[in-house]
């Protein structure tokens, strides 16, 4: 049992920006970042596998997320800048055991976090 605790959400001003954490009981190969708009699907955000050098984003976050890692701490960082108000979402940090190579799949990903919100004021 892998277990992903989220951290960083919060309410911002659109343009501005939020860190968001995620902390995992133990090593993992591939994270992943997802969110889910009130009314809208699961939708992926972002992912990076374990060295790092492979990275996806959604064509919707590109130039303005960077996802990253510190393995000594098995936690992964989402950086969102410019925020906008269409970023509003409760984001969830995924784990993949299985794979090291990233995908926006979610069936793909074994334990998923609790979820963070985050709020974009216009």
């Known amino acids: 049992q892998v277990r992903l605790v989220e951290s960083g959400g919060g309410l911002v001003q659109a343009g501005g920006s939020l860190r968001l954490s995620c902390t995992a009981s133990?090593?993992?190969?591939?994270m992943g970042w997802f969110r889910q708009a009130p009314g809208k699907g699961r939708e992926f955000v972002a992912a990076?596998?374990?060295?790092?050098?492979?990275?996806g984003y959604a064509d919707s976050v590109k130039g303005r997320f960077t996802v990253s890692r510190d393995n000594a701490k098995n936690t992964v960082y989402l950086q969102m800048n410019s925020l906008k108000p269409e970023d509003t979402a409760v984001y969830y940090c995924?784990?993949?055991?299985?794979?090291?190579?990233?995908?926006?799949?979610?069936?793909?990903?074994?334990?998923w976090g609790q979820g963070t919100q985050v709020t974009v004021s216009s």
């Open positions: 995924a784990a993949d055991l299985d794979n090291d190579y990233v995908s926006y799949k979610e069936y793909l990903y074994d334990y």
């Open positions: 133990s090593s993992i190969f591939v």
């Open positions: 990076i596998n374990w060295s790092g050098r492979d990275t």
